[in-house]
């Protein structure tokens, strides 16, 4: 998952994530990191273009509401329901999404980076976590 490091609500979003995974992602990254910013030109989106979290799974880059729901699948229960999203048009999802993006900043106090996603923010990519993540080997850091 790759999120605006600097946002509170995205902040928060990705503290509330970790708490109620059922199943582990991969790992965080700031979208304002080096990787953030090689993950973005690999799927030629722009890093710098902080208004959408990010889910990079099977190989491909899910953003806006499409990230949403697909990450909301891998929560537990009454999380998950979130990804019955899906159901609803792509274009009043995306809207809603957008303007909870525009003012993002001011829709939450910021919890900071603690300790479980200080844990599993990503710098750099593995051969393993590539494989995994169905990336080129070329975007691994070793």
Do not use: N
């Not at 059922?22 to 722009?46: C, K, M, N, W, Y």
């Not at 273009?49 to 537990?76: E, N």
């Not at 844990?119 to 169905?134: D, F, K, N, P």
């Amino acid at each position: 998952m790759v999120f605006d490091g600097e946002c509170p609500l995205c902040r928060r979003a990705v503290h509330a994530i970790l708490a109620h995974e059922a199943q582990p992602i991969t790992g965080l990254v700031a979208l304002q990191s080096r990787l953030g910013h090689h993950l973005g030109a690999h799927f030629g989106e722009d890093a710098d273009d902080l208004d959408s979290m990010w889910l990079i799974r099977d190989g491909a880059l899910y953003r806006d509401s499409d990230g949403l729901w697909r990450t909301a699948q891998s929560l537990k229960a009454p999380w998950s329901a979130a990804a019955g999203l899906r159901w609803l048009p792509t274009p009043l999802r995306d809207g809603v999404y957008r303007v909870v993006g525009r003012y993002r900043k001011k829709l939450a106090t910021d919890p900071g980076m603690g300790g479980a996603v200080q844990a599993r923010l990503l710098t750099t990519l593995t051969h393993a976590q590539c494989e995994r993540l169905s990336l080129p080997a070329t975007l691994a850091d070793t």
